[in-house]
């Protein structure tokens, strides 16, 4: 090739852009889900007070939610992130210890539940110190039936065992006098996203 030539198939590259143009960016994810609210009331039946575990630690919900298959769902709202592990960094947890909701005989407490999930995540990538998984605040669950289950205690000896809360973010830390696993069970169907109230009744 001459560099008459050269010369002109340069130019001819020049006109046509010269370089080959990138790829077009990936299009965003779908929006999420917006979770559907619910209020959940607690009702202890019985005569005397009982004291409601809150089984999510970062979250307010003070019952488990499981599948029909009975498969745990993850709740809790603040967990170290993805991002944060795989890039080495593993910042303290924040959620408070365990914690107890106190329901005076005949007595009941209005939850509300905003209704999210954190769908657990595995790490492509884990780091020094951190879990192999991790758990992001996520959006609502599947739409399906599933079941909300509390446990209670029936009994507390001790002087930290008056303590009363009127929703679980005051919830009290979880007495001294509250020994072995809770004694009382209650659960309720719910039907998610349709059910907008439920009611978790202790007998």
């Not at 999420?32 to 202890?44: D, Y």
């Not at 599933?146 to 929703?167: E, F, I, N, P, Q």
Request: hydrophobic fraction near 40%; proline fraction near 15%; glycine fraction near 8%.
């Amino acid at each position: 090739m001459t560099a008459r030539q050269v010369a002109l198939l340069a130019l001819t590259l020049a006109a046509c852009g010269g370089r080959k143009e990138s790829a077009p960016a990936a299009p965003p994810p779908p929006p999420m889900a917006k979770p559907q609210p619910v209020t959940l009331k607690l009702r202890n039946h019985r005569v005397a007070p009982i004291w409601v575990a809150l089984p999510n630690p970062c979250a307010d919900l003070p019952a488990r939610l499981e599948t029909k298959a009975g498969v745990q769902v993850p709740v809790d709202a603040v967990t170290t992130s993805c991002a944060d592990a795989a890039a080495g960094t593993c910042p303290p947890r924040t959620c408070p210890g365990p914690r107890v909701l106190r329901l005076d005989g005949d007595g009941e407490v209005v939850v509300r539940w905003d209704g999210q999930v954190a769908p657990p995540r595995t790490l492509a990538k884990a780091a020094g110190g951190c879990p192999t998984a991790c758990v992001d605040r996520g959006g609502p669950p599947p739409a399906t039936d599933y079941w909300l289950r509390a446990t209670a205690w029936s009994t507390c000896v001790g002087d930290d065992c008056g303590c009363a809360a009127a929703k679980p973010g005051e919830a009290c830390p979880q007495p001294g006098g509250l020994t072995g696993p809770p004694d009382l069970k209650a659960a309720t169907p719910i039907d998610i996203p349709s059910a907008l109230a439920v009611t978790i009744m202790f007998e």
